[in-house]
């Protein structure tokens, strides 16, 4: 594929709820363009984008894939993303590189949840966006009824520029709002021709609602507008595209990808309205000389952004790049600044779906990808030697659920965390640590299926089969009121025997006081040597786990008095001893459970707000308070014991239609209701 000036390159994600068509239309997009020969299809699994197993065995998108094609004198690069709130992360990814997000929403389903959630998120971003009514030939479509529900759900900005011809399985063109004429595809190929009778006062009315819409944007052509000068159709679209690449309108155009219909006009559209990399902000860098502004400049320094990394079964690990500033060539060799690693680009290629294409040079602002490097991830930044410039990867979601899984066959630990380590090196969202108070390796994702997706590609790609778990709560132990105990340790063996007895006393200290001893030994009752053997024996007893058998917390332990012999006593004795009166201490002391308390914040449009506080209080949540977030939104703020949190993200999901989203974090411990004593207490041998 040869290369494009910036002026020329338009980077593009196709984003929507699962389901909308955005894989469908991203083959459609390389039909029509002529990069493909034959259109595939998502329910044999033969499209260009989903060619992971895991995709074609589950028919829907599991992660960004990149589709680059040439069509009228420009180079798009698609970015058809996942539409499932699992695989929310890769949305993130592209739209870190993209100009401009297409937003796919059915007109059968219409505007659904995860197209609210990408919307929010290009948002946030001031991200360029544009809107393809897809589906307009299946049975109860409705261009009319969609076209209500994305003013009503995004409100200023919507602004039609076409109109479908023709419904449901008789829909076979547009009406073009900007030059007034029908465009049909009877025959499969475009025939432009006049509105027809039936619909043209409609067309008329809309087509000046449009006109409208767009000159308000232009004060020039606003005063020729009021004057009667109606401009002409490149005014329009040049005052449009600047509308579009300040994120203020969003364009509604519409299609079928199945049936081929009104896709070449998304193509020009994206062409003609849509941003190139020389349309938007620059990108913000810092360096030891503090931030600067960067613009895709091709004779500028070279600098590349790793948005993704894959591994790729042929030629192993791969890093989808965005040329930032210069232009990058093959064995150009630049630096890591975050790793301080030289890392050299052997061969650079694009890449359509899993297919490879080498390239002799990238300019600032395309895209395309080089295999093996050695120390780079996802969000790294590549720049000359000695000029440690970084760019801030935006910020990404948090995982939201976690299983503790172990490997099924014994020998497979180290194979196991290597294999993890990779894949999130591919996939960030990703979360992996090791509960040293559980003893449990924890994995954690974005739901549900994203966890079933990792253990199905752990099996596939490394040959590692795991089991799934249970998280366990780490719980712990304390006291609630004073006590005393001795612990002896007597044993006779054949030679020198065992002796050591010691005295203690037993108190509750303030919550995160931590474990406090104090050696109150008087007249050489026990040896000054063997005192540290009964704090030992206590510390390690406390670690074990007390009268309910977990890990004790929050006391005071003073050692009051001992008995020794001169021949038998010894550091074990005495370490036993203060173990086995630790113990008897324990179970006078009126021991309680303590149970890990979690602080949550929650994010819900205002009417799920009496579900989700009704739900709270259900889970033994205690609401600190709510306050408003932006959009409608409510924010409450609750302590949740951490035990009934261990599938909030599914359950929350489910009572908001998925529009709910949490952080949650451990604040302190307290004391488990004795109800569930019986449940959560561990079994002694």
């Known amino acids: 594929m040869k290369s494009f000036p910036p002026t020329k390159i338009r980077n593009v994600a196709l984003v929507g709820h699962g389901g909308a068509g955005k894989t469908s239309l991203t083959e459609a997009l390389l039909f ?44 798009i690069n698609i970015i058809d993303c996942p539409g499932y709130a699992d695989f929310v992360g890769e949305v993130e990814a592209a739209f870190s590189v993209a100009d401009l997000a297409v937003f796919v929403v059915s007109a059968v389903e219409g505007v659904e949840v995860q197209t609210e959630i990408a919307w929010k998120l290009a948002a946030q971003r001031d991200m360029p966006r544009m809107i393809f009514v897809n589906k307009l030939d299946r049975e109860r479509a409705s261009f009319e009824r969609t076209l209500d529900q994305l003013r009503e759900t995004f409100g200023a900005g919507i602004a039609p520029l076409e109109l479908p011809i023709g419904e449901e399985t008789a829909f076979r063109g547009v009406a073009d709002l900007l030059t007034d004429t029908a465009i049909t595809y009877d025959t499969g190929s475009p025939v432009t021709g006049e509105i027809p009778a039936e619909m043209e006062a409609m067309e008329h009315q809309v087509h000046d609602n449009l006109v409208e819409g767009i000159v308000v944007a232009d004060d020039a052509l606003m005063e020729r507008y009021l004057e009667g000068d109606i401009p002409n159709v490149k005014e329009l679209e040049e005052t449009l595209a600047h509308g579009v690449a300040s994120a203020t309108v969003f364009p509604v155009i519409c299609g079928s990808a199945t049936k081929l219909v009104a896709i070449d006009r998304l193509a020009t559209f994206i062409c003609e309205i849509g941003p190139s990399p020389l349309d938007r902000p620059g990108i913000t860098v810092h360096s030891p000389g503090g931030e600067q502004e960067v613009k895709p400049d091709p004779a500028g320094q070279p600098l590349v952004y790793i948005w993704k990394t894959m591994a790729d079964q042929f030629v192993g690990k791969v890093s989808l790049f965005r040329v930032l500033s210069g ?49 780079t991830l996802s969000g790294d930044t590549l720049a000359p030697k000695g000029t440690p410039v970084t760019v801030t990867p935006p910020a990404k979601s948090e995982p939201v659920i976690s299983i503790a899984i172990v490997p099924k066959s014994k020998g497979d630990e180290d194979k196991l965390m290597t294999a993890l380590h990779k894949l999130q090196d591919e996939d960030p969202s990703l979360g992996l640590r090791r509960d040293e108070e559980t003893h449990q390796t924890l994995l954690s994702g974005m739901g549900e299926t994203h966890l079933a997706i990792v253990t199905e590609r752990l099996h596939r790609k490394f040959g590692v089969d795991v089991e799934a778990q249970d998280v366990l709560v780490a719980y712990r132990e304390t006291v609630t009121q004073p006590a005393e105990a001795e612990g002896k340790y007597k044993k006779q063996t054949g030679g020198h025997g065992q002796f050591g007895v010691a005295v203690i006393k037993m108190e509750p200290v303030e919550r995160g006081a931590g474990f406090q001893f104090v050696d109150s030994i008087v007249g050489g009752a026990i040896p000054r040597q063997f005192i540290p053997a009964v704090e030992k024996g206590i510390a390690e007893t406390m670690d074990r786990g007390g009268h309910y058998g977990y890990p004790v917390v929050d006391v005071k332990v003073e050692l009051v008095d001992g008995k020794f012999h001169a021949v038998d006593s010894s550091e074990m004795s005495f370490k036993m001893a203060g173990s086995m009166a630790f113990h008897e201490a324990m179970a006078k002391a009126a021991p309680v459970i303590l149970e890990p308390i979690s602080l949550l914040e929650v994010t819900v449009p205002a009417a799920y707000q009496g579900d989700v506080m009704g739900d709270l209080n259900a889970r033994r949540g205690r609401v600190q308070g709510t306050e408003s977030g932006n959009d409608g939104e409510q924010i409450i703020v609750a302590m949740v014991p951490t035990s009934e949190l261990l599938r909030y993200a599914i359950d929350l999901r489910s009572l908001t239609g998925g529009r709910g989203r949490f952080s949650v974090r451990h604040d302190h411990y307290d004391v488990l209701p004795q109800h569930l004593y019986d449940k959560v207490a561990k079994k002694k041998d």
């Open 32 to 75: 029509c363009a002529g990069a493909i020969n034959r259109l595939g299809r998502v329910e044999d699994g033969t499209t260009t984008t989903d060619f992971d197993p895991e995709e074609v065995k589950r028919r829907i998108s599991l992660a960004a894939s990149l589709a680059p094609f040439e069509f009228e004198g420009h180079k």
């Open 327 to 375: 232009t990058v060539k093959p064995d150009a060799v630049l630096t890591n600044p975050r790793t301080h690693t030289d890392e050299k680009l052997h061969g650079i290629f694009t890449l359509r779906g899993n297919e490879h294409d080498d390239v002799t040079e990238v300019p600032a602002g395309d895209i395309a990808a080089v295999a093996k490097l050695s120390d």
